[in-house]
């Protein structure tokens, strides 16, 4: 059994055969019916490094003790966590791995009712996670992860902002980060779904500031949405203030008609 790049907080190499993935800061292995996130460290990763990553570890258990402090039919689009352990997370294991991955391979053509039914379970997902007050902050098809009956939930929160329960999420702003600008990166991943191109959101596209705050991109800065399926919703994602929430945003995915292949307005079909 090969070894990979990685070793524990002990100095044990990890298997290459139990590691499903790894980001900036940790990296995530499998144990059974379980995987744990752990902080990334190489062979020759430094001690601050390591630190550094342990940190964020730290701060993510913290937004799943939020998650797991509400009651579980709340929380039902976001990942299950199952233990926090020192120094890591143990989440249940999503059979069908996330989305991008899954998406890139040939055999997995999703269809329009297919890509619908996620949409929804990410809107709805979303809205659980800014009513716990928790601003994701790095929504990305990569960051979703299928179920063995492919729904979808959402998982990684180690760029996320746990703000605190008294405020108002649609005005809360943590360094340019908003209610606003996970919308927006929700709109980018519905468009790498729906035309098979990666779409990203990036708030710091242009470098990051002086002042290290998120800047919301210009609209140039993103694809056409002309004649493409939700083309309208996902344009609506990318106007600031489009949808006032993601609870807006879920309410205008649950309008869509697939028979009529377009989104249906309450207020046009009353008058009619």
Known sequence: MAASLFIDLDGNPLHESSVLGYGRTGVVIRRDNLV??????YFWSSDSDVEANMEVIAREQGIFARFNSLPKQTVDGIVPCVGLLPDAIQLIYMANGDLRTYLQKKENKSSRAVQLTWFRQMARALTQVHAARVLAADIATRNFLLDADLSVKICDFSEASLLPLEIAMETADDGGFSVQTDIGQLGAVMYEVVTGQRCDFDLFKGGIPDDGRA???????????????LGPIIEKCWVKGG?????????ALDSVDLERNEEVHPEKSQST
């Open 215 to 229: 800047i919301w991109l210009p609209r140039d800065s993103l694809p056409s949405t002309d004649g493409l399926w």
């Open 36 to 41: 744990i996130k752990t902080p990334l460290r």
């Open 243 to 251: 949808f006032q929430n993601a609870d807006a945003l879920l309410r």
